[in-house]
């Protein structure tokens, strides 16, 4: 258990694949303009990539290792990640649809996200068993979901701030993540 809650931590803060690792940047800024939109965002990353790193798990010890064609697993977890991608945009298409609208473009890129494929693959690179996997993938969801709304809150009180015309539009917005990033290397104490 103490493993588990170490993988845990370390996956959301520790090694915030935002924020420490920078995967999952497009969704970040595209998508952290309001807090419900990020939210929104968040829980659907989290499904994703928590459903993605048992199935991607599951294929890997019971699929490609058996058969000896781990060589396959960058495309095998790709498919799987488009395929889980379809059913959350089919499922919030008809259970929220102003979800689904406020998203636009960006649902569909959770396919294309480096952090959902990067979660599969640090799985299978660091040897997680099918639990440790589920962990360290809600886990990272959590910290990209932390991060995300993190970033749609300070963007929304800084919206009518009076900001230099030079800092305007995305300087602003990299400047705010820089910052976020060096206040999450603070978590790196934790170890």
């Known amino acids: 258990m103490k493993e588990l809650l170490l993988i845990g931590i370390g996956a959301a803060l520790i090694n915030n694949v935002v924020l420490s690792q920078f995967l999952g940047i497009c969704a970040f800024v595209g998508v952290s303009k309001k807090v419900e939109t990020a939210a929104g965002m968040g829980g659907a990353v989290i ?23 781990t060589y396959l697993q960058t495309i095998v977890f790709i498919l799987v990640i488009a395929a889980l991608v379809q059913l959350v945009e089919m499922f919030l298409k008809k259970s929220s649809p102003g979800l689904y609208n406020a998203l636009g473009v960006y649902l569909p890129l959770i396919t294309t996200n480096c952090a959902v494929l990067g979660v599969a693959l640090t799985n299978v690179q660091k040897s997680y068993n099918l639990l440790e996997g589920v962990v360290n993938g809600f886990a990272t969801a ?11 809150g300070i963007r ?30 603070g978590f790196s104490g934790l170890k």
């Open 47 to 69: 499904f994703v990539i928590t459903i993605s790193s048992f199935i991607t798990g599951v294929i890997y010890k019971c699929l490609l290792e058996p058969l000896n064609v």
């Open 142 to 152: 959590v910290g990209f979901t932390i991060s995300i709304v993190l970033m749609a």
């Open 156 to 185: 929304e009180k800084t919206e009518h701030n009076d900001v230099p015309a030079a800092f305007q539009g995305s300087p602003i917005v990299l400047l705010t993540a820089c910052l976020m990033a060096i206040a999450f290397f």
